[in-house]
């Protein structure tokens, strides 16, 4: 007996699929037999045809092979169709939708299980003793999130199924490598680097996915005095960094005043870090770019977590209010109120050594109160498949109230408080008006106020100090598909920014209130095209400043060229420009522990600052291996001398200048399923310019000249994550007092007499942490997860600045000031979500 399956549709491909219960009907009506089954276990199941004719012992055979289910015959009439419940093994191709390009290290993952692979260089994956009714779950940044069953996998022949994914809008700007340093932690084709907090791994000492202080394992990324409130991309300083949230511009990045980021990840989904070849609807930030946004898509399931850790606890929750209808709500506060942990206590003493914050001692006690707190919410509604309508709330908040008391008479000397806080509001509306035509309009208000208090009992003075941001913005992004392989973008922006500076002293009685506003319009247009091998993105931002009727050209590009599938050539470059600055017009401003203020350009003694950047690099990847160099030149002008926080004899002085840094960064990252290590190296020289000064040139305050950062993560066992890591660099620069003249004279005044600026560098700076972490389920949707972590393993002394003073018992001489680096630091968190 002979029988070709599916010989009834000789029309179609040999690919076409035929369901198994029309294939059975046609075998019993062929030969005269009885299938016996349950009609929910082939109910689902297709099947390709054979390509050549089958007698029946060859057709149940063949049915055995390609299908998870035993056919077996009792006799020569009957047949009996039985489901296989037993685990197996499947494989499986994962290829892009349109172009059948292979999606190397694509996520695959077991639904409710933490049994997960990638997808090797030819898109391969196996999946070994799997429960026959499993659901398989493959994802990869830029396309759709695809969900199949074991049992449509299976093959008894082990031949692995095609898997195509479907690339959303944001193929373009897809991924280059997903699993970049640890799970999480992604490589863009456009060279930026993303963040997927949802998906974030282990890093060395991080008990969390701290947003700001992740991005600094990046080559290029440092923070000269371990704040994240003070991160220097390619020798910038923190103020020329572009801090967006949810497209809301903010001004304050740090709690603990830059120990701990100030954004929650549980609700923040995506962070995305541009250093150069920025696309032309950004501005500002001619340092970089930190884009973070939250969920932007209606889930229609509830979700909620919380976490505790030694510094602060958290929660957040996802509620969806009806089919087009979501809100989400995160908070975060300090546990200060109730227990100083010895984590809290590394910190107060590291945020407060060097201001007028002061620890217990012979003379006087000391009273303290301490806390922050963050809270985010988001509206998300969607008024049909065309609109989408997203309103956004953040709030960042830190507070200090601090006394003195002589212990001499326990009369109170001193009470200070300090107040910092930044909050935003935005809205969004995403309209797709035709399959290729869209637009999105954006509109956000943004405040940050710093305001500190300084009673001294004994002269019955009082001291207050202000800073406030006051700033609207509005942006329309129009885009045009011209086809799949090319974009057009193209927007206009209008922002408004006010910014009041105010000191006032009670006795002897003073005060100054400054008060600026600047309105800046904006045009801007780019084309993004990606083919094959080759990416460009090339664009054009005009910035025009009513103010002072001035007009900034600022051309950007963007472009990748694969010569085969291991190697690549990248080219970036932009114009930018920063209307906002922050200066320090003394040390001891807002009690010395947050001594900066934002100040508007006035385009006379505090210009706007432009910057021009280039970079060339290669990109080599092969077997998991990822490789890349890239030379970088930048050039910033228009800073200021009180921007900088001079410790010299420039100090006092006021002029403007630019800073020129060249450098290489290099990188070398390996990821595998079981483990990932990573070596970066920067190599940066970074000089000042400042023309009315002696000498013009010299080294920059964040001169680091060579870093290293070097880190290996493991899976222990299943589940359980080790991280080890460290950070090596040289120590930055600082200046000495001439030896033998070390102060000087001026009228009544004493001051040090400062050696050549920057001439001396501190020791070099070492540190080590580590840190683990064990996720594990007391239910299949109730999932936990206890890190434990410690920054700064072997308790290394690592100095981060150092200055002079006049010593006030001795005015020829000058007291050293050295500032040291956090020392052994603990951390434990523990974190529940559903």
């Not at 009273?367 to 049909?384: G, M, P, Q, V």
């Not at 035709?434 to 300084?454: C, M, P, V």
């Not at 890591?725 to 009544?748: M, R």
Request: proline share 3%.
């Amino acid at each position: 007996m002979l029988i070709v399956i599916g010989n009834y549709s000789q029309a179609q491909q040999n690919t076409t699929k035929i369901p198994l219960s029309t294939i059975i009907k046609s075998i019993e009506k062929q030969f005269n037999i009885k299938f016996s089954y349950a009609v929910e276990d082939i109910a689902t199941i297709s099947i390709e045809k054979s390509a050549k004719e089958l007698n029946l012992q060859e057709t149940i055979a063949y049915l055995n092979s390609k299908v998870p289910l035993d056919f077996k015959a009792l006799n020569e009439r009957y047949i009996t169709i039985s489901k296989l419940n037993k685990n197996v093994a499947v494989c499986g191709v994962v290829l892009d939708e349109n172009s059948k390009a292979i999606l190397s290290s694509a996520s695959i993952r077991i639904k409710n299980s933490f049994e997960k692979t990638i997808a090797s260089s030819n898109g391969n994956f196996n999946l070994t003793n799997v429960s026959i009714d499993a659901t398989v779950i493959i994802s990869y940044l830029g396309y759709e999130t695809k969900e199949i069953l074991v049992k449509e996998l299976f093959s008894g022949d082990q031949n692995c199924k095609n898997i195509f994914l479907k690339p959303t809008k944001e193929e373009l700007n897809q991924v280059l490598i997903p699993v970049f340093l640890t799970s999480g932690l992604q490589k863009s084709i456009d060279g930026s680097t993303v963040l997927n907090t949802k998906k974030f791994g282990i890093l060395p000492g991080l008990t969390e996915p701290d947003i700001l202080q992740s991005i600094q394992t990046l080559p290029g990324v440092e923070s000269s005095n371990e704040s994240i409130a003070n991160i220097n991309v390619r020798g910038g300083t923190n103020d020329q960094n572009l801090m967006l949230w949810d497209n809301i511009k903010m001004y304050h990045s740090g709690h603990f005043f830059g120990l701990i980021s100030a954004y929650n990840p549980n609700l923040t989904n995506k962070v995305v870090v541009t250093k150069n070849g920025t696309s032309a609807e950004y501005s500002d930030g001619v340092s970089s770019t930190v884009n973070m946004s939250t969920n932007n898509e209606i889930r229609n399931k509830l979700a909620a977590g919380g976490g505790i850790n030694l510094i602060s606890a958290d929660a957040y929750i996802e509620i969806p209010l009806a089919k087009n209808l979501e809100i989400d709500l995160s908070v975060r506060h300090s546990i200060t109120d109730f227990v100083n942990t010895p984590t809290y206590t590394k910190y107060y003493k590291k945020s407060f050594q060097d201001s007028e914050i002061k620890l217990d001692n012979l003379e006087t006690n000391t009273d303290s109160d301490f806390n922050f707190y963050d809270y985010t919410a988001k509206i998300l509604f969607d008024l049909n498949d065309k609109h989408q309508f997203r309103a956004n709330l953040i709030g960042i908040t830190n507070a200090l109230n601090y006394a003195e008391t002589n212990n001499s008479d326990q009369n109170q000397s001193k009470a200070s408080s300090l107040s910092q806080k930044n909050i935003g509001y935005g809205g969004n509306w995403k309209a797709q008006w035709t399959n290729k035509f869209s637009s999105q309009l954006s509109t956000y208000f943004s405040r940050y106020n710093i305001d500190a208090t300084d009673y001294r009992v004994a002269t019955d003075q009082l001291l207050t100090e202000a800073n406030e941001v006051l700033e609207t913005g509005t942006k329309l992004n129009l885009y045009y598909d011209v086809n799949q392989n090319m974009k057009l973008l193209a927007g206009y922006q209008f922002t408004e920014t006010g910014m009041l500076n105010q000191t006032r002293v009670s006795s002897p009685f003073f005060s100054s209130t400054k008060k600026d506003v600047l309105l800046n319009h904006a045009a801007f247009a780019e084309t993004e095209y990606n083919k094959n091998k080759t990416y460009l993105r090339i664009g054009m931002r005009v910035n025009y400043f009513q103010k002072f009727e001035k007009v900034l050209f600022e051309p950007r590009i963007n472009f990748r060229q694969e010569f085969s599938n291991q190697l690549a050539l990248k080219i970036e470059g932009e114009f930018k420009n920063q209307t906002t600055t922050q200066i320090i017009d003394f040390e001891d401003d807002f009690l010395g522990v947050e001594k900066r203020r934002w100040q508007v350009v006035n385009n006379k003694d505090i210009p706007i600052a432009k910057s021009k950047q280039a970079s060339l690099g290669l990109e080599f990847q092969k077997n998991n291996w990822n490789a890349e160099v890239t030379g970088f030149y930048k050039i910033v002008d228009g800073i200021t001398a009180s921007n900088q926080g001079f410790y010299n004899n420039f100090q006092n002085l006021n002029a403007n200048g630019s800073y020129t840094d060249t450098g290489i960064e290099f990188l070398i990252n390996k990821t595998t399923t079981k483990y990932s290590t990573w070596l970066s190296y920067t190599f940066s020289n970074n000089n000042y310019e400042f023309e009315s000064f002696t000498p013009s040139t010299f080294p920059n305050n964040v001169d680091i000249r060579h870093s290293v950062t070097l880190g290996f993560n493991y899976e222990i066992v299943r589940n359980l994550k080790i991280s080890v890591g460290g950070i090596w660099h040289n120590g930055l620069p600082y200046t000495k007092p001439i030896e033998g003249d070390e102060t000087v004279q001026n009228g009544n005044r004493t001051f040090v007499n400062y050696d050549a600026p920057n001439s001396q560098n501190l020791n070099d700076f070492l540190r080590i942490d580590t840190s683990f972490s064990y996720n594990f389920n007391f239910t299949p949707k109730l999932k936990a997860s206890l890190r434990a972590g410690v920054i700064n393993l072997s308790n290394k002394k690592n100095y981060i600045n150092r200055y002079y003073k006049v010593d006030p018992d001795n005015t020829e001489k000058a007291i050293e000031v050295s500032n040291r680096s956090l020392a052994f630091t603990p951390n434990v968190s523990f974190r529940v979500n559903f």
